[in-house]
């Protein structure tokens, strides 16, 4: 047997064993490409702008504690001018996003986020519905179809220049059984190259190894850093967290008009009030952080993991990088198209390379 055909064989059985699980993992990562829509459509996010500035934290709270009283209030979300101000809660054993009207504190949506097609589907894709033992079943069936990937290539690849002629198009006019096989040939050709960016980093938060391996070339490996805390011996200079929470809210509004940003609610002692600031594009690795002390309201600098943009590890930032390259966002609306079709490509590979050696065997 010659290494080309022992591929090919490995190829074929590797296939067979993942190739449905694969389907549904591959399917319900094209569906979340375009995740962010749903969410506005499903969460009912958009809203009519207006000439008047934005609500604080505080009255956000109001209106939770009187529509939500059991709802605990974590964090805030301001986004643009046309999208809802979004409230993260915990309670219930599950927790909610509510959804409010960012110039009345009006509350528009709760979604319980356990529940719902978002819910479900991004289960799907991360655990197949099974949750931890799933979570395992995905990240093998990823790294096995890293493999089938690879394989494919090699299998494909032509061994003459007369070879290369078939390989990259699609005969349109020919009988349904070449169709199929031009379909899992040259399609799988072209969407590999996109592909093989999701798998990629769908191993890297599968995996420690890949983690660690990132961080030994980046000499981010036994790096410790500092916990950001807030001084429980300040003098408070508000008696209520919120206040202080207004008050940075303004400041970044003022200094980062065209930003979203998120700030947080501290519910422990040495709890600090933390400010996420997202650039337009909501691109993670270009996200910055800020800490301040919940009881002074004055900024805490340190050696953390997560800092402002600028401070940020070669590590943290290809790390952040994760996220926008598996869904595509990071080269904008091409890249998420470029990631969809490639998805459903990839999904469609398990069925037309099973009928394909159906129709082999049969022969």
């Known amino acids: 047997m010659t290494i080309k055909k022992l591929i090919g064989q490995v190829h074929l059985w590797v296939g067979l064993v993942v190739g449905i699980l694969f389907f549904i993992i591959a399917l319900s990562g094209a569906i979340l490409v375009w995740q962010p829509e749903f969410r506005y459509l499903l969460f009912y996010q958009g809203v009519t702008p207006q000439d008047t500035n934005f609500v604080l934290p505080s009255d956000l709270k109001k209106t939770i504690d009187?529509?939500?009283?059991?709802?605990?209030?974590?964090?805030?979300?301001?986004?643009?001018?046309?999208?809802?101000?979004?409230?993260?809660?915990?309670?219930?054993?599950?927790?909610?996003?509510?959804?409010?009207?960012?110039?009345?504190?009006?509350?528009?949506?709760?979604?319980?986020?356990?529940?719902?097609?978002?819910?479900?589907?991004?289960?799907?894709?991360?655990?197949?519905?099974?949750?931890?033992?799933?979570?395992?079943?995905?990240?093998?069936?990823?790294?096995?179809?890293?493999?089938?990937?690879?394989?494919?290539?090699?299998?494909?690849?032509?061994?003459?220049?007369?070879?290369?002629?078939?390989?990259?198009?699609?005969?349109?006019?020919?009988?349904?059984?070449?169709?199929?096989?031009?379909?899992?040939?040259?399609?799988?050709?072209?969407?590999?190259?996109?592909?093989?960016?999701?798998?990629?980093?769908?191993?890297?938060?599968?995996?420690?190894?890949?983690?660690?391996?990132?961080?030994?070339?980046?000499?981010?490996?036994?790096?410790?850093?500092?916990?950001?805390?807030?001084?429980?011996?300040?003098?408070?200079?508000?008696?209520?967290?919120?206040?202080?929470?207004?008050?940075?809210?303004?400041?970044?509004?003022?200094?980062?008009?065209?930003?979203?940003?998120?700030?947080?609610?501290?519910?422990?002692?040495?709890d600090i009030i933390r400010v996420t600031l997202n650039d337009p594009e909501m691109l993670n690795y270009k996200s910055s952080h800020y800490y301040f002390d919940r009881y002074s309201g004055k900024e805490i600098i340190g050696n953390f993991m997560h800092g402002p943009g600028d401070e940020i590890s070669a590590y943290e930032k290809l790390h952040g990088m994760v996220y926008d390259i598996h869904f595509g966002s990071i080269a904008g609306l091409p890249g998420r198209l470029l990631v969809f079709f490639s998805s459903l490509i990839a999904a469609s590979l398990p069925i037309t390379g099973f009928i394909y050696w159906l129709g082999r065997k049969k022969k």
Not at 107 to 117: K, P, V, W
Not at 143 to 153: K, N, Q, R, W, Y
Not at 165 to 179: C, N, Q
């Open 66 to 270: 009187r529509e939500f009283p059991q709802g605990d209030y974590r964090t805030a979300f301001f986004r643009e001018r046309d999208k809802t101000c979004e409230v993260l809660l915990y309670g219930q054993g599950t927790y909610y996003i509510a959804q409010l009207n960012p110039y009345t504190a009006e509350l528009i949506h709760l979604q319980d986020m356990n529940t719902g097609f978002i819910s479900f589907m991004v289960g799907l894709h991360r655990n197949l519905l099974l949750k931890d033992f799933g979570r395992q079943v995905v990240h093998w069936s990823t790294l096995l179809f890293l493999v089938m990937l690879i394989t494919g290539l090699v299998i494909w690849w032509p061994s003459s220049k007369k070879e290369r002629k078939g390989r990259f198009s699609i005969k349109w006019g020919a009988s349904p059984k070449k169709l199929n096989y031009d379909f899992h040939n040259v399609f799988g050709f072209y969407a590999t190259w996109i592909a093989i960016f999701a798998v990629v980093t769908g191993l890297f938060w599968g995996f420690d190894v890949v983690k660690n391996s990132l961080k030994a070339v980046t000499g981010e490996l036994g790096v410790s850093y500092e916990q950001p805390k807030s001084d429980t011996l300040a003098i408070p200079a508000y008696e209520n967290p919120f206040d202080i929470m207004d008050s940075i809210t303004l400041v970044f509004r003022e200094k980062y008009p065209e930003k979203a940003f998120r700030v947080s609610n501290p519910h422990g002692k040495q």
